[in-house]
């Protein structure tokens, strides 16, 4: 069949319509210049046209979002690991209550908009792109001073103060998400992240303290085209949100206690972004592993409702041809 441009063959993939060939998304940050929008935008696109991707995760820094609540970070100098927070919006469960709603459109907010016009622009409408955004339960762990187990503490000690916490959260996510979307994105690449793992949470815990913000974001956005959920981790929970309001899943279907890629398949109409483990093979292995890989999910998922991509983001180390060899696989020069 002819050659479909990105925004086609991503629109029929999702659709399960004949497609010409596979789509692939990979993305990665720049640890370096991701600290203003100007960079952000130019690693985005640059990566975009290396590897002529038919879909544009945006990465930004991971600690914008605890910025907006007043924890602080120094930006990064090594291009082989990310800036780190200095300081934390909540350091004791007395803090959760002046946990308010953020400005969507202000600070590392209004930057990341700025990122996202850059980019549209830059795309100029040829390539579907989503904005990261990470989930209200994410978020509060990680401007919380101890992390998610300080968290899960505080849901031991004070719950309500954690709901009226993660209330604000979501509110102000569900805002900035819709604004990503009014400004050009389409869709938002919803992420879990540390909580989306019974090795950190229980089934049960999640719909209390996961499921309701977690939807209310999505809520948000509903209309949008291309909305992805990404179930970070090991033994994750991916089976239990699969009714989530999103078009797209992806998770690491090769990490222990995951889902496959079949399985998926199987009970789900919706589309499957994954397939290659995103440090073995593709970081460590060799482009013969990584082949393989990209191989075996065509066949468990046979090619319907597909993208291929790795389970998360790849390391600023990964071999070029490690990458090389995924995308040859669809695009017939394997």
């Known amino acids: 069949m002819a050659e479909m441009t990105k925004r086609e063959r991503v629109r029929a993939v999702l659709m399960g319509e004949e497609i010409d060939r596979t789509p692939v998304a990979f993305w990665g940050h720049d640890y370096v210049r991701e600290w203003t929008a100007e960079g952000t935008a130019a690693a985005m696109l640059e990566m975009t046209e290396k590897w002529d991707l038919d879909i544009l995760k945006v990465n930004p820094r991971a600690t914008y979002y605890m910025e907006a609540w007043g924890s602080q970070a120094d930006p990064s100098t090594d291009p082989t690991k990310?800036?780190?927070?200095?300081?934390?919006?909540?350091?004791?469960?007395?803090?959760?209550?002046?946990?308010?709603?953020?400005?969507?459109?202000?600070?590392?907010?209004?930057?990341?908009?700025?990122?996202?016009?850059?980019?549209?622009?830059?795309?100029?409408g040829?390539?579907?792109?989503?904005?990261?955004?990470?989930?209200?339960?994410?978020?509060?762990?990680?401007?919380?001073?101890?992390g998610p187990k300080?968290?899960?503490?505080?849901?031991?000690?004070?719950?309500?103060?954690?709901?009226?916490?993660?209330?604000?959260?979501?509110?102000?996510?569900?805002?900035?998400?819709?604004?990503?979307?009014?400004?050009?994105?389409?869709?938002?690449?919803?992420?879990?992240?540390?909580?989306?793992?019974?090795?950190?949470?229980?089934?049960?815990?999640?719909?209390?303290?996961?499921?309701?913000?977690d939807l209310r974001v999505l809520s948000a956005v509903r209309g949008a085209p291309l909305n992805m959920l990404h179930v970070c981790r090991s033994n994750n929970l991916l089976t239990t949100l699969l009714d989530y309001p999103v078009e797209v899943f992806n998770w690491?279907?090769?990490?222990?206690?995951?889902?496959?890629?079949?399985?998926v398949a199987a009970t789900s109409d919706r589309g499957i972004m994954g397939g290659i483990g995103q440090v073995k093979p593709l970081a460590d292995g060799s482009p013969d592993e990584v082949a393989e890989e990209a191989r075996d999910a065509?066949?468990?998922?046979?090619?319907?409702?597909?993208?291929l991509s790795a389970g998360c983001s790849i390391s600023p180390q990964t071999p070029p041809e490690n990458v090389a060899a995924a995308l040859a696989v669809v695009r017939g020069s394997d």
């Open 252 to 263: 690491d279907a090769r990490a222990e206690g995951n889902p496959t890629l079949a399985e």
């Open 150 to 213: 300080r968290v899960r503490e505080f849901i031991a000690e004070d719950s309500a103060a954690v709901h009226q916490a993660l209330d604000s959260v979501a509110e102000t996510l569900a805002a900035y998400a819709r604004t990503c979307v009014d400004v050009g994105a389409d869709g938002i690449f919803y992420a879990t992240v540390d909580w989306g793992t019974k090795n950190m949470i229980s089934e049960e815990q999640y719909l209390e303290y996961g499921r309701p913000y």
């Open 298 to 307: 065509l066949r468990q998922t046979e090619g319907r409702r597909f993208i």
């Open 126 to 146: 040829n390539v579907p792109f989503v904005q990261t955004v990470f989930s209200p339960l994410t978020v509060l762990g990680r401007m919380t001073e101890g």
């Open 82 to 124: 990310g800036g780190e927070l200095t300081s934390f919006g909540v350091e004791v469960a007395e803090d959760l209550l002046y946990v308010d709603i953020a400005d969507p459109g202000a600070g590392a907010f209004a930057e990341q908009l700025d990122a996202l016009q850059a980019i549209r622009d830059g795309l100029n």
